[in-house]
């Protein structure tokens, strides 16, 4: 695979027909090489570019940034690899990812974040920021060397255990005051996991009736309420992974308003779907947290309008059919949500009038790259910023079909479903990297 190359300055792409954050007239956005150069309705059309985007009135919003998804490379490369994950996240808009440390081997040693990184770099299609564990081998007990991590070339910026809680609290303890001291992030897969033995769904009427397993709420909230006691006394900057209780919304609202520094992501799934699903036993609908009540998919859609949750990550989970057409409690927990989750979110949000374009530009890129501080993401969409972008179209109708997604996985739970929002064309650093509905293809450069 050779070195992807971006547009050198000089090199000029034309961007016509667009609406940055859906307001006003359509404007046409000139690029001169990774940077917005100008971005009016009078750029000169008749002049010749090295390369014209017809924007077809699409919404244009800075480039999605996810906190939160698993690549599976270095060891599960037969369920996605970095470049089938790229390819996944540009089809979604994205333009940076954080891949979580649960690959094989861990992620607990900078050799494999390096490498994470590079082959990220490779691809060129998003960039690719590894995560590193909170504790070597994800086994709770040593902490890693955060600091030789962040010095790697990868220059890795936040740590989780994700997949596992980080239960133990002085371990915990330590954690929180060694990234504070780094001024790294850490990232807790909040789950008591003396409370989850054995458990697959949620625990309720439906699993009961089900004769499923409960993984009951407590399992999460006791560890949300214990971290952001952690955060309030030792500092730093924690971050609670795929909120999916509204328990866990009303601890995170009390500690914003104590001033507590702490962030919170929710996914997609969690936002639309519940444990209503679980009728039909398909291990597609199984994943940790698992899906709750529409008491709580309501809680978080508010929580995510009023701020009390700051970001949508997918957690784009990719798994074989070995691991997901089996007996539901034998499924590995886990859902594709990389290439799915703009029109989730649109459908949710926006179609019905909750919110707005700029809400999702927040939301899905603003303040990921904010919490994560990735300086050249979600800029806002103005002249000198770089041409880190996605256009949306808002008004395409599409079939989500696991078969076609570029995932190397088809564990998607919106199989079948129909969305009215789709990603028209992403751009890192002025270079497309999808374009409706087809992915660049590195190794074929
Ligand atoms: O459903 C999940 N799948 N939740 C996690 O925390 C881990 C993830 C995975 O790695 O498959
Ligand atoms: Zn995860």
């Known amino acids: 695979m050779t070195e992807n190359t971006f547009p050198t300055p000089g090199t000029f792409t034309l961007i016509t027909d667009v609406?940055?954050?859906?307001?006003?007239?359509?404007?046409?956005?000139?690029?001169?090489?990774?940077?917005?150069?100008?971005?009016?309705?009078?750029?000169?059309?008749?002049?010749?570019?090295?390369?014209?985007?017809?924007?077809?009135?699409?919404?244009?919003?800075?480039?999605?940034?996810?906190?939160?998804?698993?690549?599976?490379?270095?060891?599960?490369?037969?369920?996605?690899?970095?470049?089938?994950?790229?390819?996944?996240?540009?089809?979604?808009?994205?333009?940076?990812?954080?891949?979580?440390?649960?690959?094989q081997p861990v992620t607990d040693q900078p050799v494999i974040a390096d490498s994470v990184w590079h082959k990220g770099r490779a691809a060129g299609l998003c960039d690719v920021h590894p995560v590193g564990s909170i504790t070597k081998g994800l086994k709770g007990e040593t902490l890693t060397e955060f600091g030789m991590m962040t010095r790697g070339d990868a220059q890795v910026r936040m740590f989780s255990d994700d997949g596992r809680c980080v239960n133990d609290p002085l371990v915990m303890r330590r954690a929180v005051e060694y990234a504070a001291g780094l001024d790294v992030l850490l990232a807790q897969h909040a789950e008591e996991h003396r409370l989850t033995e054995g458990a697959v769904a949620h625990e309720g009427e439906n699993a009961a009736r089900l004769g499923l397993r409960g993984w009951p709420?407590?399992?999460?909230?006791?560890?949300?309420?214990?971290?952001?006691?952690?955060?309030?006394?030792?500092?730093?900057?924690?971050?609670?992974?795929?909120?999916?209780?509204?328990?866990?919304?009303?601890?995170?609202?009390?500690?914003?308003?104590?001033?507590?520094?702490?962030?919170?992501?929710?996914?997609?799934?969690?936002?639309?779907?519940?444990?209503?699903?679980?009728?039909?036993?398909?291990?597609?609908y199984r994943v940790n947290p698992p899906l709750r009540e529409d008491s709580d998919t309501a809680a978080l859609r508010q929580a995510l309008l009023d701020g009390t949750i700051d970001v949508v990550a997918t957690d784009h989970a990719p798994h074989g059919s070995e691991d997901k057409c089996v007996e539901f409690d034998q499924a590995k927990p886990g859902m594709l949500g990389l290439e799915t989750s703009l029109a989730v979110i649109a459908e949710i949000f926006v179609k019905p009038g909750l919110a707005d374009w700029r809400f999702v530009a927040k939301v899905m890129s603003e303040r990921p790259a904010e919490i994560t501080r990735l300086a050249d993401h979600g800029r806002p969409l103005a002249v000198g910023e770089p041409a880190n972008l996605t256009l949306v179209d808002d008004d395409h109708t599409w079939t989500v079909d696991g078969t076609q997604l570029a995932s190397k996985s088809e564990n998607t739970p919106y199989e079948g479903m129909t969305y009215s929002t789709r990603v028209a064309a992403t751009l890192l650093r002025g270079r497309v990297t999808a374009r409706d509905g087809v992915a660049e293809n590195p190794l074929s450069e």
Not at 234 to 250: D, L, P, V
Not at 251 to 273: D, F, N, Y
């Open 19 to 103: 609406r940055p954050y859906g307001e006003g007239e359509p404007v046409n956005v000139l690029l001169d090489g990774g940077v917005i150069a100008e971005m009016d309705h009078t750029v000169d059309k008749s002049r010749t570019y090295h390369q014209r985007i017809d924007g077809r009135g699409a919404v244009l919003l800075p480039g999605l940034v996810d906190m939160h998804v698993h690549l599976r490379e270095p060891g599960r490369e037969d369920t996605e690899t970095i470049v089938t994950g790229s390819q996944a996240a540009a089809l979604g808009g994205f333009t940076a990812v954080f891949t979580m440390a649960n690959t």
């Open 217 to 284: 709420r407590v399992a999460e909230e006791s560890i949300v309420a214990r971290d952001i006691l952690m955060t309030r006394d030792y500092g730093g900057r924690m971050h609670i992974c795929h909120a999916s209780t509204a328990g866990s919304a009303e601890l995170l609202r009390w500690a914003k308003s104590q001033g507590v520094k702490i962030s919170a992501e929710v996914t997609p799934h969690h936002l639309l779907l519940t444990d209503a699903k679980l009728d039909t036993y398909d291990g597609v």
